[in-house]
């Protein structure tokens, strides 16, 4: 019903950094290091391309995990997987594949679900063809949350309580407050009630909301 919810392309961060299969893990350091990232995306080619994997912090740290280790051990224990990424210095074996990515038109309720199912602070966006897109942050998520309370009442005013109380609309009362949405004033349907408040509350950016409508006798004797 609302103009809400944003979309992860109204905040996702377009310039990302990136490295391609080939990449050497002192240059990947390097990466993580001077954008200030725990993970860049893996693509084919140069420039923006199709998202092949993810490497992470947790993807270099075995390397200095098994670094004290004797190289026979090593090479056993590459031998049955558990130490690969420990023995090759490229992106195309230090990579998590195949990546967790999200696509542009996802909710920001998807991407922040999908986040916390899969225990990731950031995720690729990409399109249809796996093209990488922008990437998307736990920070990016929060964006919504400074939003304007003007902008944010004017919202639930003309999608809320414009849509569920058009004969009643200069009687309720849209307050705002640091995120926090207020509703009072008189209705004439109290089982809208909840209504209104539930949807309130999917409007982006609102932190919390106090519902105090009410409906009364006398006001739907008047009406």
């Given at each position: 019903?609302?103009?809400?919810?944003?979309?992860?392309?109204?905040?996702?961060?377009?310039?990302?950094?990136?490295?391609?299969?080939?990449?050497?893990?002192?240059?990947?350091?390097?990466?993580?290091?001077?954008?200030?990232?725990?993970?860049?995306?893996?693509?084919?080619?140069?420039?923006?391309?199709?998202?092949?994997?993810?490497?992470?912090?947790?993807?270099?740290?075995?390397?200095?995990?098994?670094?004290?280790?004797?190289?026979?051990?090593?090479?056993?224990?590459?031998?049955?997987?558990?130490?690969?990424?420990?023995?090759?210095?490229?992106?195309?074996?230090?990579?998590?594949?195949?990546?967790?990515?999200?696509?542009?038109?996802?909710?920001?309720?998807?991407?922040?679900?999908?986040?916390?199912?899969?225990?990731h602070r950031r995720l690729p966006v990409v399109d249809s063809a796996g093209t990488l897109k922008g990437i998307l942050s736990?920070?990016?998520?929060?964006?919504?949350?400074?939003?304007?309370?003007?902008?944010?009442?004017?919202?639930?005013?003309?999608?809320?309580?414009?849509?569920?109380?058009?004969?009643?609309?200069?009687?309720?009362?849209?307050?705002?407050?640091?995120?926090?949405?207020?509703?009072?004033?008189?209705?004439?349907?109290?089982?809208l009630i909840p209504v209104a408040a539930r949807l309130a509350r999917t409007v982006e950016g609102v932190v919390d909301v106090?519902?105090?409508?009410?409906?009364?006798?006398?006001?739907?004797?008047?009406?």
């Amino acid at each position: 019903m609302t103009s809400s919810p944003h979309l992860v392309r109204d905040v996702m961060t377009r310039i990302v950094v990136s490295v391609t299969p080939l990449a050497e893990f002192k240059e990947i350091v390097a990466v993580l290091k001077q954008w200030r990232v725990g993970a860049v995306p893996v693509i084919e080619g140069e420039g923006a391309g199709r998202v092949i994997g993810v490497v992470s912090e947790a993807d270099l740290l075995p390397r200095e995990e098994f670094r004290d280790h004797d190289p026979g051990v090593v090479e056993q224990m590459r031998r049955r997987g558990d130490a690969l990424k420990a023995g090759s210095p490229l992106a195309k074996d230090l990579m998590t594949a195949p990546a967790v990515t999200i696509r542009p038109d996802a909710t920001l309720a998807q991407a922040a679900r999908l986040m916390a199912e899969q225990r990731h602070r950031r995720l690729p966006v990409v399109d249809s063809a796996g093209t990488l897109k922008g990437i998307l942050s736990r920070a990016d998520l929060l964006k919504v949350f400074l939003r304007p309370d003007r902008e944010l009442a004017d919202e639930i005013r003309r999608e809320v309580v414009g849509r569920l109380f058009p004969l009643a609309q200069h009687r309720v009362r849209v307050d705002v407050r640091h995120g926090v949405v207020t509703l009072s004033g008189g209705v004439l349907d109290a089982s809208l009630i909840p209504v209104a408040a539930r949807l309130a509350r999917t409007v982006e950016g609102v932190v919390d909301v106090n519902c105090a409508l009410t409906t009364s006798a006398a006001q739907t004797a008047g009406a």
